[in-house]
């Protein structure tokens, strides 16, 4: 359900999930807004870590987080790799990836205006 978060606002989740990722070391944090882009979600957050177990930690952080501050259960796909976790929250999109991954598929460039990260 959009817009369904403990005060109301997929903002207050973006916040969440920002503090999340930098808490836990998260590199290269980018933050797309996708409103007026994409019906699937109102932002998506793109972000690398270090190694494969690095993404899982991140990765399993963050949905523990979403989990114990909106109730939310996360959809999860990639986290038994960890070359690339992707965490829908319903309101965020959540990519997580290793660099080399990152940099081969480039969604920045996909949602970014311009095409620049």
Known sequence: MK???K???SEALLALILTSLDDDKAEDIVQINLRGKSAMADYMVI????S???VAAISEKLIERVKAEFGRLSKVEGKETGDWVLIDTGDVIV???????REFYQLEKM???GGTA
């Open 47 to 50: 972000c690398s870590g270090r």
């Open 52 to 54: 494969s177990r690095q």
């Open 7 to 9: 005060d109301g606002t």
């Open 3 to 5: 817009g369904a978060t």
């Open 111 to 113: 949602w970014l205006p």
């Open 95 to 101: 990519h997580v990836f290793r660099p080399e991954v």
